[in-house]
């Protein structure tokens, strides 16, 4: 099936806020049936969000810790506990309208685990799933977390991999809300770490998870530019 698809690359630190307004502005380009789907790849500035099941008393600091650290907090109408997001970690928002692929979650977010599983297996990391625990793993260590939101079959929100990330912003929660959860980064791993090539291979493996050529635009298309 072809499908008319976007990428965008966000460059520099982007705040939580303004990620959330770039999936607004693609999410009304699905709905309005423009596109198929937008894939949003960018790094945020030191945050913590909370899921649909919670996550505040999974955070172990208070807010004066946090303001010292400049971590801000946010509540996200995504699924999921608590999750960090910060320098070094590369984050994917696709807003995919899954009629135009399968209605059916569970496929989707196997899928979005694949795509992080099929980038290490290109650096010779061997990846799996766990069966109670979504996201992606190396031994018993996370390295990447799904959380996503879908409304009318439209989806939001998306995946988090760890590559050259701060594990020390980690151990002020209970990562999902696991006590005692262990993360890692893709340079405790292989060194040393190309954090743009990596977000190549994550849109070449986005393409053949989804059997999808993305067509890459600036941020600016999504404010009607047609130029971008």
Same mark, same amino acid.
């Given at each position: ?24 502005? &693609?999410?009304?380009? /699905?709905?309005?049936?423009? /596109? ?107 390295? &990447? ?63 053949? /998870? ?17 130029? &971008?």
């Amino acid at each position: 099936m072809h499908r008319n698809c976007m990428e965008i690359r966000i460059e520099g630190l982007t705040g939580y806020g303004e990620g959330l307004s770039l999936q607004k502005r &693609a999410l009304e380009r /699905v709905e309005s049936s423009e /596109v198929d789907g937008v894939i949003i790849m960018l790094e945020h500035r030191p945050v913590f969000t909370t899921g649909r099941s919670g996550g505040v008393e999974n955070l172990l600091v208070d807010s004066d810790e946090l303001t010292r650290l400049g971590i801000e907090l946010h509540r996200a109408d995504r699924g999921g506990n608590i999750t960090y997001h910060g320098p070094g970690q590369l984050v994917a928002y696709p807003v995919f309208n899954l009629g135009k692929w399968r209605k059916d979650l569970p496929w989707y977010v196997s899928s979005l685990e694949e795509v992080v599983i099929q980038v290490l297996s290109d650096y010779g990391i061997e990846a799996l799933r766990k069966p109670k625990y979504r996201g992606v793993w190396v031994g018993e260590r996370k390295i &990447a977390a799904v959380g996503i939101a879908v409304k009318r079959w439209i989806t939001t929100h998306g995946l988090a991999f760890n590559i050259e990330v701060n594990k020390s912003h980690f151990e002020l929660i209970n990562p999902c809300g696991l006590k005692g959860l262990s993360v890692s980064s893709l340079n405790d791993l292989i060194s040393p770490v190309c954090f743009s090539e990596v977000v190549d291979k994550m849109e070449e493996k986005f393409s053949l /998870v989804f059997d999808t050529k993305f067509i890459k635009v600036s941020r600016g298309w999504l404010d009607g530019d047609a130029n &971008a």
